[in-house]
């Protein structure tokens, strides 16, 4: 498992760059990943960012777009508008998360 | 805040510029074969590719008001359903079907059709109705669920789908 500095820390990733423990993320981390893929963080991505945990810590597997629609409340549309072309991919990597595995 | 240099970035292809086009022909009016295309095209918006559904024949039932929330499953000749055959066609069996299939989608989130034409026209995605399914059934716009984009020839949507993966259901 390879390891990465990110905002100054040196954090587990997975191969592709994911994060894979839950632990080591906080909102500076989140902004440097966002950063990274060219997404500039306003308060509604945020508010995404931080259902994604707590969906996470809840129910223990990432949130795919029909759940963070359903129960979080965020339009599927505008998901797509704040997370371009891969919304459900580039959540999960902001949040620190592992890439959802749900189909739907 | 930057990242450091050493730091891996997973690619989301958003300086892919080699554009990626699916359309689907869902031609089965069958809820069990309802799905296989709603989940497939639904996933390949999510991975920021173009879609395009075409409903025709049986489909069509997929996207016609009144039908498309009755959708039904049957195990009659469906040896996968892992039942006698011979009391497949017995009343009430696919009323039964029908529910436990519901059931086990619910089960999974998984929308019913309506809701999940939603979500894909929500992510984008474009919904086609064929000329000739339309005209044999004489059904118009005003029959078909409102986000549908069009009814189109068969043409038209060879036009349409130029350059596209072609998925046959």
Known sequence: MPTTTIAGRDVAVDDEGFMTQYDQWDEDMGKALAAAIGVDMTDEHWNVIRFLREDFKAQGETPTIRRVSTAGGVDTKQLFVLFPKKPAKKMAYIAGLPKPLGCV | ?169
């Open chain 2, 1 to 169: 805040m930057t990242a450091t240099q050493d730091m891996i970035v997973p690619s989301f292809d958003d300086d892919d510029n080699s554009y990626r086009k699916l359309a689907i022909i869902c031609s089965k009016g069958n809820l069990d074969m309802a799905y296989p295309g709603l989940i497939l095209g639904n996933a390949a918006l999510g991975e920021g590719v173009e879609l395009h559904l075409f409903f025709t024949f049986w489909g069509f039932d997929m996207i016609t008001k009144g039908r498309m929330e009755r959708l039904k499953f049957t195990p009659v000749g469906n040896t996968a359903a892992h039942m006698p055959m011979a009391l497949t066609p017995l009343p009430g069996m696919t009323k039964m079907a029908t529910r436990m299939m519901q059931k086990s989608m619910d089960a999974l989130d998984i929308p019913p059709v309506p809701e999940f034409l939603e979500l894909i026209k929500g992510s984008g995605g474009h919904v086609w109705a064929c000329r000739l399914s339309a005209d044999m059934n004489h059904l118009t716009k005003d029959d078909l669920w409102d986000g549908v984009d069009g009814i189109i020839s068969a043409s038209d949507f060879i036009e349409m789908t130029d350059g596209a993966q072609l998925l046959f259901i």
